[in-house]
């Protein structure tokens, strides 16, 4: 055997390791991405929803009108606000709500309060057709006796909605 022949054996050996760990490497990298790739959920995936344009602009514009529909009330007309902000909400948020606003009814007559909520801005988080997330910027005006002026409250709300008979009714409020 010539020397010739033994490095042109190691030639082809070194060749064909090369190859097989060029292999590996493109395999185990490969299922390591898969593997990551399932901790994050992508419009390819396929159990992802997008929702239409249509349904994430009325989510927004749901979500704008509750908020300021239950940041709102006055002592003048304190049932009647009450009344507006729970025909937007499921009865699950009505009785979170209903909890809620059961002290503000004596404070605000005794104190004459006044709130106007002004929704500024909204940012759509997360929609399906018949689910959304949407955070909502709120500016909330206070006035009534005992301020020597209106104060002025900048909120952010987390407002989840469910689709209910064809119309999005609030499901959670979370202030942040």
Same mark, same amino acid.
């Given at each position: 055997?010539?020397?010739?022949?033994?490095?042109?054996?190691?030639? $082809?050996?070194?060749?064909?390791?090369?190859?097989? #760990?060029?292999?590996?490497?493109?395999?185990?990298?490969? &299922?390591?991405? +898969?593997?990551? /790739?399932?901790?994050?959920?992508?419009? &390819?995936?396929? @159990? !992802?929803?997008?929702?239409?344009?249509?349904? =994430? @602009? %009325? #989510?927004?514009?749901? /979500? !704008?009108?509750?908020?300021? =529909? /239950?940041?709102?009330?006055?002592?003048? %007309?304190?049932?009647?606000?009450?009344? /507006?902000?729970?025909?937007?909400?499921?009865?699950?948020?009505?009785?979170?709500? &209903?909890?809620?606003?059961?002290?503000?009814?004596? %404070? %605000?007559? *005794? +104190? *004459?309060?006044? $709130?106007?909520?002004?929704?500024?801005?909204? #940012?759509? $988080?997360?929609?399906?057709?018949?689910?959304?997330? $949407?955070?909502?910027?709120?500016?909330?005006?206070?006035?009534?006796?005992?301020?020597?002026?209106?104060?002025? &409250?900048?909120? *952010?709300?987390?407002?989840?909605?469910?689709?209910?008979?064809? @119309?999005?009714?609030?499901?959670?409020? +979370? !202030?942040?």
């Amino acid at each position: 055997m010539t020397s010739g022949t033994a490095l042109n054996r190691w030639l $082809v050996v070194l060749v064909a390791l090369v190859v097989l #760990a060029a292999g590996a490497l493109v395999w185990a990298l490969r &299922d390591s991405r +898969d593997v990551a /790739a399932t901790d994050v959920s992508s419009a &390819d995936a396929a @159990e !992802a929803v997008v929702a239409s344009p249509v349904v =994430k @602009e %009325s #989510a927004r514009l749901g /979500a !704008a009108a509750a908020a300021r =529909k /239950a940041y709102s009330y006055s002592w003048r %007309s304190l049932s009647y606000d009450k009344d /507006a902000a729970r025909r937007l909400m499921t009865p699950t948020m009505q009785q979170r709500y &209903d909890r809620t606003m059961a002290g503000v009814t004596t %404070s %605000s007559r *005794r +104190d *004459r309060t006044v $709130v106007e909520a002004e929704v500024v801005d909204t #940012a759509l $988080v997360t929609a399906s057709a018949t689910y959304a997330r $949407v955070l909502v910027f709120v500016n909330q005006r206070t006035s009534g006796r005992g301020l020597e002026r209106p104060t002025l &409250d900048l909120h *952010r709300v987390l407002v989840t909605l469910r689709r209910v008979g064809g @119309e999005w009714k609030v499901d959670e409020l +979370d !202030a942040l």
